[in-house]
C-alpha cells in the first residue's frame, strides 16, 4: 500500500532564510503528487501538485517543489521565508492505478518561521 | 465560488453519545470525501461518494461510523456511540472528480469526547 513519509515533524527556520521540506513516498507507481498548507484553525488549502509534465511545479507565493521518481521523493523548497509561511505542511499522494484517487497524507511537517 | 461549508466548528460531547457532522461541497463536485484528523497526524481518508454511491469506505469503522450523501449534493457523517479516541478534526473535502486535479476543504468540525 502507498505511504508518504515526512521526516521532519518541525523544521524551525529564521525569516527570509531557505527552506526545504521533506517528502518521500513509497511506491514508483504512476502517480499524483501534492503539498496541502494548514493554518491554525482552518482547513487544508492546496499549496501545488505535480501531475505529469515539467518535474518542477511552482505556487504563486514562493514555494516549488521537485518530483524526482527515481528517488519517490516530492521535497517543498522556499528560497526565502516569511514569517506568514508559519503553518503546518502536508503532502499527499494518490495512485492514479487505484481506480479511487484516494489521497494518502504524510503526517506533517510544522514549520515556525522565526523573526 | 463558494468553499466547502460546514457544520458545527466544534462540538463537545461525552463518551458513548452521538453525534453528526454536515458537510456542503462546492457547486457541481461530484466527489466528496471524509476525513478524520487527530492531533499530530496526517488527515485518514474515512470515505468517499462519488455522486450518491459510495466509493470507498475501506476506513470506515462501520460500527460506530455512518455516512450518507442524499442527491449527491451535502452529506453527513454520524458516529454513534462515540469514543474518547474519535476525539479529532473531521474534515470535507470536494473535487469536481476522481482525477487528481486536487480537492478543496472545508475548515473541519473540531470534536473532543470526553
Known amino acids: 500500500a502507498q505511504s508518504v513519509t515526512q521526516l521532519d515533524s518541525q523544521v524551525p527556520v529564521f525569516e527570509e532564510a531557505p527552506v526545504e521540506l521533506r517528502c518521500n513516498y513509497s511506491s514508483s507507481v504512476s502517480v499524483y503528487l501534492f503539498w496541502y498548507v494548514q493554518y491554525p484553525n482552518q482547513g487544508l488549502q492546496l499549496l501545488l501538485k505535480y501531475l505529469s509534465g515539467s518535474t518542477l511545479v511552482k505556487s504563486i507565493n514562493g514555494f516549488e517543489a521537485e518530483f524526482n521518481k527515481s528517488q519517490t521523493s516530492f521535497h517543498l523548497r522556499k528560497p526565502s521565508v516569511h514569517i506568514s509561511d508559519t503553518a503546518e505542511y502536508f503532502c499527499?499522494?494518490?495512485?492514479?492505478?487505484?481506480?479511487?484517487?484516494?489521497?494518502?497524507f504524510g503526517t506533517g511537517t510544522r514549520l515556525k518561521v522565526l523573526a | 465560488e463558494a468553499g466547502v461549508a460546514q457544520s458545527p466548528r466544534y462540538k463537545i460531547i461525552e463518551k458513548r453519545q452521538s453525534v453528526a457532522f454536515w458537510c456542503n461541497p462546492i457547486?457541481?463536485?461530484?466527489?466528496l470525501y471524509w476525513y478524520q484528523q487527530i492531533l499530530g497526524q496526517g488527515p485518514k481518508l474515512l470515505i468517499q461518494f462519488q455522486n450518491n454511491g459510495v466509493v470507498d469506505d475501506s476506513q470506515l469503522p462501520k460500527d460506530r461510523f455512518s455516512a450518507e450523501r442524499l442527491k449527491g449534493v451535502d452529506s453527513t457523517l454520524k458516529i454513534q456511540p462515540a469514543k474518547l479516541e474519535d476525539s479529532a478534526v473531521y474534515l470535507c473535502?470536494?473535487?469536481?472528480?476522481?482525477?487528481?486535479?486536487?480537492?478543496?476543504f472545508g475548515s473541519g468540525t473540531r470534536l473532543t469526547v470526553v
Open positions: 457547486s457541481g463536485h461530484a466527489t
Open positions: 499527499a499522494v494518490t495512485d492514479t492505478t487505484s481506480g479511487t484517487y484516494k489521497y494518502i
Open positions: 473535502a470536494s473535487s469536481p472528480d476522481r482525477v487528481g486535479g486536487g480537492y478543496t
